[in-house]
């Protein structure tokens, strides 16, 4: 079967309502056999086993999805561009809360409750990016994750470390968020802001800011062109791949 034809069953099948038969199907697209709907009822992922999730469990539909999004990464089909970005873009847009249009996503982002993540329009996300959404996570139009960018959302007590304070992190519209930064619980970053590799943002970024270093502090404005943000290039691919 071609990758196009692949690709057209797994939208059928997300159409369909992904409930444990039609997972089953789509795992077989992907190459991986031997699951069947019986077994993937019964499968636990990881943020079955979290607090939040005893309060608000999964659905049989966004269990398949989380297990659909991470099973792609087990594939060849997972380092296909025109298969996976599209086969990840169709997930997001049933399993998250909000999914703009033009969303991009490379391989090996993990999430514990995408029903908890908002995304706007022509939102890119590199390699390795980990979002904990459990305290809600909201990334502006024009967002780009550069690679291993981590967002928390999330502390714990010391003393019981089943207690948990949840706090939601918006980044703002334009926002850059460089290699291996960590955005924790609580931080809004502002329109057109940048976050430079390796930083540690603790508190809010006000619009068009870069900051950088641990904890992150400010560095300089932004340069912004004439015209306004808007008129800066924020396409993650070239001769903006999937974003048109």
């Known amino acids: ?13 997300c159409d369909d309502g992904m409930n444990c038969d039609n997972a089953a199907k789509a795992m ?9 709907a019986e077994d993937l009822a019964s499968f636990k992922l990881w943020s079955d086993y979290l ?11 966004q269990r398949n999805y989380h297990i659909l999004w991470e099973a792609v990464d087990m594939t060849l089909l997972g380092m296909n561009c025109d298969f996976s970005i599209p086969y990840r873009r169709a997930i997001a847009e049933k399993l998250f809360k909000r999914c703009g249009k033009g969303f991009i996503c490379y391989d090996r982002c993990r999430f514990n409750l995408g029903q ?5 329009d022509y939102v890119s996300i590199n390699s390795g990016a980990y979002i904990d959404s ?11 994750f550069a690679e291993n960018v981590n967002i928390f959302t999330h502390s714990h007590g010391e003393e ?13 519209p334009y926002t850059m968020l460089y290699v291996n930064c960590l955005i924790l619980p609580g931080v809004t970053t502002g329109k057109g802001s940048i976050v430079a590799a390796r930083s540690v943002v603790s508190h809010d970024v006000p619009e068009y800011t870069m900051v950088a270093g641990t904890p992150a502090k400010e560095v300089r404005k932004r340069l912004i062109p004439e015209g306004g943000i808007e008129n800066t290039n924020h396409y993650m691919l070239r001769n903006r791949a999937f974003q048109e």
Do not use: A
């Open 28 to 36: 077989r697209l992907l190459g991986i056999d031997g699951y069947d």
């Open 116 to 120: 908890n993540i908002e995304i706007g």
């Open 1 to 13: 079967m071609k990758i196009s034809e692949k690709l057209d069953e797994f939208l059928k099948l």
């Open 51 to 61: 607090p939040l999730t005893e309060e608000h469990p999964f659905t049989e539909e």
């Open 134 to 144: 459990k305290g809600g996570v909201e990334i502006g139009d024009y967002t780009m």
């Open 160 to 172: 019981n470390h089943m207690e948990r304070t949840y706090k939601k992190v918006v980044i703002g």
